[in-house]
């Protein structure tokens, strides 16, 4: 088995693209067996990832860090 490096706990970089894909998924599912006005909701989750990437900062993420997680997370340690 590869050395993988051991999960360092939850920060706002992990977090914002899990809800990200997350979303994204959920939509195209509702898009696909409901309305296809749900991806519209796919677009705007879109919109947020590329604001997030070039800004750093997205309304996900500005909540997130209200309730008060770490903006990144600690460096990762290889398993021993």
């Known amino acids: 088995m590869p ?6 706990g939850w920060s706002i970089a992990r977090v914002v693209p899990l809800l ?3 979303f ?4 195209l599912i509702l898009a696909t067996t409901w309305s296809s006005w749900w991806l519209v909701f796919t677009g ?7 604001l997030y990437g070039t800004a750093g900062w997205c ?6 860090r ?5 903006s990144t997370a600690g460096c990762a340690v290889p398993r021993a």
């Open 24 to 27: 994204v998924l959920i939509s």
């Open 66 to 70: 209200r309730l008060g997680l770490p």
């Open 59 to 64: 309304p996900a993420s500005l909540l997130l």
């Open 3 to 8: 050395n993988l490096p051991r999960h360092q």
């Open 20 to 22: 990200a894909g997350s």
């Open 44 to 50: 705007f989750v879109g919109a947020n990832l590329l």
